[in-house]
């Protein structure tokens, strides 16, 4: 379905919508608290884009320097070069290891390869241990925002939804008993885990260790309790140096939620003793994206979620509403590069307004990427027939002055004289809920050459 | 100094009063407009919408009617950042090079080119200026919230100057209308959505009169204002500057 139908359907509840974007703004409103106090907070940004844009363009190296001081430390290193792979990868090592019980600290990655689904058709149990993502994994629905992945539910929702699968007493939506009750009942799931499953932050080149971040602990909880850890990440998380770090730590934890810095900055580098760690680096199309010289800075993203916070189209349709693993700008500019057919309405979902690009703390021109994947879209994919034959009438009413006064003359009286009814039917979407102008007599060509005419009879 | 004035299509259209506060404003600041005839559009809606090509005609008529000028003054930020960002499609000839560079919205122009800033007008009522975002983050004609930047505005430097008039701020100071071109019929319940909370954040500050400086984004606001038969009235900034009430 394209976003428009979807997001039609999120805003007939108006009061909800009207939660969910306040609800949003909250946050970016916190990020902008915080980010005006860093003194050289635009330089920290061009900082962020330039050791990013480096990283891509050094890419094969700086992963092959990963591998080996990964290996160094004694940790396995696994290739995946798509979903299907990276999935088999980390089922097979579960197999080895007879873990039937896996916890998993949120990683969008697995979500993008679709990993719990694959690991629970052959009975394993896979557990997302960030509140946000059980809840949505006890709904059984996708995230619907990277770092709030449950922003589209209400308290009360949540209440309901833990009476039914942990068996909690109705609370009227009482946060503090609802989270004590997950972490009782997460707690559980930590200490019963054969293993743990995390995604990657920042994966350091030059030391070959890697940073996961969260607020609530629970990549260390999953870690530091089960015999396996496994660490999915994507190629791009790739930074080049152990000093970089800072760079970005400082960028992603203010721009995700407006703290300082994210609760636990966990960093990994080698298995403790008797217990072992991999990692799977996955492409899945991030190779494809970074040969297209348009859209391969789509692949900055360090995955805050602020272009969806200050977003003014997704706080007012929902995150679900892209149908995709990432949603949003971000999503918008990162989806038609997997499958241009199924995403081509995302690069629509916006009105160029460029907020996502100002806000984005490595500087991702995600706007203008957004206009780039509307011309290949009209090209490349099945277009409604009405607005091709329209924009190419428009183009040629445009290019000739004549026609554009004649056309010009048509539309006015008709505003001006046709019954409201009429403008205002079915095939004129506009008129639905607003107005169209009242048409003037005169154009202002009119107005001006009579102007001209009378200073010449003066 | 040669001036050409751009006025677009759907102000040519159907807003021709803000056309005419825009010349007689121009020339009340003694600039020597030329308004060349045969005008007709930037080509956004076009490209915009993803069709690009079809924009060319559009974009060729464009250099050719504004190519002799020193500066090309238009009373439209969306317009005006078109001209400048999108039009590389076409081959950057000298004259379309010189266009690009040389094409101005109008309180920019003032502003900064003329470097006038108290142009003589009054009017006396509470006014909340809407940052229409091509304007805002396209051409920078005030410094974005996402931004740590220091605070300005090139609009409201002009309006602050105009007799009588009281600033109304509102909460979401930057936020989009929703307009968006074709996004406005094609997400039509974002689109309205949109404009009724900016309706809305201007109501709750106590604004009178509503303004921008496109002409497009106030014609969605008006719609809905109209439907709704809201307490708000909706002018273009260069009205506002060119009254004398």
Redesign the interface.
Known sequence: MS??KL??IF?KD?KK?DWH?KAL?FVRHKR?KT??H?KG??DLRDLGHGIKAHMLSNLDTYLEDFEANAKKNGVEVHWAADAQEHNQIVHKILKDNNAKKVVKSKSMLTEECHLNPFLEADDIEVVDTDLGERIVQLAKEPPSHIVLPAIHKNKHEVDELFQEHLGTKPCDGDPQYLTGEARKHLRQKFIEADAAITGVNFAIAETGGFVVCTNEGNADMGVHLAPVHIACMGVEKIIPKQEHLGVFLRLLARSATGQPVTTYSSHFKKPREGKKMHIVIVDNGRSEQLSRPDFRASLHCIRCGACMN?C??YR??GGHSYDATIPGPIGSILSPGKDLTKHSTL?????????C???CPVKIDIHAQL?KW??I??KNTPQPFV??KS??I????????KK?EKV?KI??WS?RNLPKSVINSKPN??G??????T??K????????ERQQNKKND | MKVGLFIPCYINQLYPQVGKATLELLEKLNVEVVYPSGQTCCGQPMANSGYESESIGACNHFVNNFKEFDYIVTPSGSCAYHVKKHYDIIPQTDDVTKVRNNVYELCDFILNVLKIKDLGASFPHKVGVHKSCHGLRGLRLGSCSERVTPEYSYIEELLKEVRGVELMPVKRGDECCGFGGTFAVTEEAISVKMGKDKIKDHLESGVEVITATDTSCLMHLEGLVTRNKQPLKILHIAEILNSNI
Not at chain 1, 348 to 355: Q, V
Not at chain 1, 394 to 401: D, L, Q, V
Not at chain 1, 432 to 437: F, Q
């Open positions: 976003h428009a997001a039609s805003n108006e919508v974007d703004w902008d980010v005006h860093v907070w635009e200050t003014p189209i007012r349709s690069p629509f979902a916006s009105t160029l307004c460029g907020s690009s100002d806000v206009y509307r011309q879209i009209t607005k091709k924009m190419q428009m183009g040629s009413i445009f290019a000739k002055p554009f010009g539309a006015r505003l979407t506009w639905k809920t607003r107005d169209l102008p048409g003037p005169q154009s202002f060509d009119d107005w001006y050459n």
